[in-house]
């Protein structure tokens, strides 16, 4: 099944939605339709029985080189100034980290190249990020008088830590991909021709895991940093409950006992 729109192209194969950031003349610069487009394809993918992974990736040579700076100047003008408190408060950008946050199947983000700004928060909402070796990789709110959004502050704390989160926010200084590497800003390094192929290899593995597993286990994990030890075992053990009663444990230990590859159909 294939979307397409100006900013953003949505295609589903092997039970794989792709996400690309479209505005390859424009280093995929986020402007409105872009933060719509993200939603609307994280949303879409979300409800999609047939989609088991998510690959969020740019067109052309770089992820994206965040906020639209054109764009960004309208800010000043009236018209914004005059926008509703919900506008404000909770602007569509807020809405497309929570379709990713919330959304149980797998996200992996195939970072072919530089990204900045509000696309490094769209990045760090994913599960996993695979880049390129040339990517650069920049956190440049405070350069043009902005704080972090679309989730940084809530993501790259629980990355890096938070006393790194600060620095790296502050001063605003691009990383190289192998120190994003270090970071665990990233967990895996490719060449920039390779970066797509490499995330789509782990997307196809991703899928050919037990989904109902795999759900639940980004559902506790999500969990995790946020809840103490007796209510994630209670979930270790509702998420366990589930599980032995799916078709898919039974799938897997007859896989195993029978020594053959499992079909896990997410039943």
Known sequence: MTNKNAAVLYEVNEKIAVITLNRPDHMNAIVQE??????????????????????????????SGGGDINQMKKFQDDDYRASTIE???MPTQ????????????????????????????????????????KAKFSMAFNRIGLCPEWGMAYNLPR???????????????????????DLGIVSKLAEPEEVLDTAMTMARELASRPPVAVRLTKKILNHSLSSGVDAMLDMESYARNICIHS????????????????VFKGE
């Open 34 to 63: 872009v933060r719509e487009g993200v939603l609307e394809s994280f949303q879409k993918a979300s409800r999609d029985k047939d989609v088991r992974v998510i690959v969020l990736t740019g067109a052309g040579k770089v992820f």
């Open 87 to 89: 506008h404000k408060t």
């Open 94 to 133: 807020n809405h497309a980290i929570l379709a990713m946050y919330r959304t149980e199947k797998p996200i992996v983000a195939a970072i072919n190249g530089s990204v900045a700004g509000g696309a490094m928060g769209m990045a760090l909402a994913c599960d996993i990020r695979i880049a390129s070796s």
């Open 159 to 181: 990355i890096v830590g938070e006393d790194k989160a600060k620095e790296l926010i502050w001063l605003a200084n691009k990383l190289t991909a192998e120190e994003a590497l």
């Open 247 to 262: 078709q898919d444990f039974k799938e897997g230990i007859a896989a195993m006992v029978e020594k053959r590859p499992p």
